[in-house]
């Protein structure tokens, strides 16, 4: 058995609560340049790799998975940024705000 930082049912309910956030975020995105059906398919994916990158963020035994993930994440990615007003909590204190 796995020892995680908090329970399966927490996992999943975080999964939602994030997936529907990038979904919500997307929207712009969808209205111009996806159809409702292809949305619909690209919905549970989304949910299958939050999923993902939660586990590996809080399952000890998946290192390796977090490892990978860490290892694919682009350089040029810029960091997020907080849009609704609580920017400090997601920028270096290095950087202007």
């Known amino acids: 058995m796995s020892e995680s930082s908090f329970d399966i049912e ?3 309910k975080t999964t939602m ?3 529907v956030s990038v979904r919500n975020h997307m929207e712009d995105f969808h ?4 159809s409702d059906e292809q949305m619909k398919e690209l919905n ?3 949910r299958q790799g939050v999923l993902h990158g939660l586990l590996a963020c809080n399952d000890l035994n ?11 994440v682009p350089i040029y990615w810029e960091k997020p940024i907080d849009t609704h007003g609580t920017k400090e909590y997601l920028v270096d204190g290095d950087e202007e705000e």
């Open 62 to 72: 998946r290192n390796a998975e977090l490892n990978w993930l860490n290892l694919c």
């Open 10 to 12: 927490t996992i999943h």
């Open 44 to 46: 549970p994916i989304i």
């Open 17 to 19: 609560l994030v997936s």
């Open 31 to 34: 209205c111009a340049h996806l």
